[in-house]
């Protein structure tokens, strides 16, 4: 993203000598007093100031998919036998495909239905980083299992480490952004752009965008649209100091 650059750079001027009229007039300007090192006691070190923004975007590297099934039964024995045998047809599909078991989850839950009947239900909760994969595993459980199980709608979302990574990508774009621009304004005031004095990350902020299919919420639509991969863009604003070289290579 091009995005308008604050540039500063400190260039002392050389001394003049007022006159008796401008002291009189109250032209006469103090000494300058500034914080960058002196390499003599005549010469204060130059250097140039820039600001560089730059942005990176990513969608969702991860998703979890909910597979929940579910039986009654008049004893508890036999309603557990029941979903017993479908939960581990699940969990062998998912070995199957190359699903971890850290990357799968089984919750039962029992408790007695109408009709003096004992309720059971369980859920698994698979995370996936391959989508591919799991429209596989999703499409055979659908296959095989039918009515007697319910495949819920993937949730995406940004990992940890993918988040770290967008936000590193971000600042090391915008650092070279502020060296690109810190090269031309150096090389605009005739001297060569020396080695960096300061990096400092001024700000750094992300923005979120669900991206829902607008057709699936449209009056009239007859078969809803399948959920889309969210993304997240990373801002990062730096300011970067350079020394300033004549063109010997000697810092001025």
Request: charged share 30%; proline share 5%.
């Amino acid at each position: 993203m091009d995005s308008p650059s604050r540039v500063f750079a400190v260039m002392p001027s050389a001394p003049r000598d007022f006159t008796g009229n401008e002291r009189e007039q109250g032209l006469e300007v103090p000494a300058q007093v500034t914080a960058y090192p002196k390499k003599s006691h005549n010469n204060t070190a130059r250097e140039v100031q820039v600001t560089g923004v730059a942005e990176r975007w990513c969608p969702a590297d991860r998703a979890t998919v909910r597979v929940s099934v579910g039986n009654s039964k008049e004893s508890v024995n036999d309603v557990s036998n029941s979903v017993s045998r479908r939960l581990d047809y699940i969990l062998q599909t998912l070995r199957q495909h190359g699903v971890k078991d850290k990357d799968a989850s089984v919750r039962k839950y029992l408790h007695r239905g109408e009709n003096d009947l004992y309720h059971m239900d369980a859920e698994v909760t698979v995370s996936f980083s391959d989508f591919e994969k799991m429209e596989k595993v999703c499409s055979v459980l659908l296959e095989k299992l039918d009515k007697s199980v319910c495949v819920g709608a993937p949730q995406f979302y940004h990992s940890a480490e993918c988040l770290s990574q967008l936000r590193r990508r971000a600042c090391v774009s915008a650092v070279e952004n502020a060296q690109q621009k810190a090269s031309e304004v150096s090389s605009l005031l005739g001297q060569s752009l020396g080695p960096p004095l300061l990096v400092r990350e001024e700000e750094t902020r992300e923005q979120r965008k669900e991206e829902e299919d607008g057709d699936s919420t449209r009056a009239g639509a007859t078969h809803p649209q399948p959920p889309r991969r969210p993304s997240v863009t990373a801002i990062s604003r730096v300011s970067v100091s350079f020394s300033l070289q004549d063109r010997t290579g000697k810092n001025l």
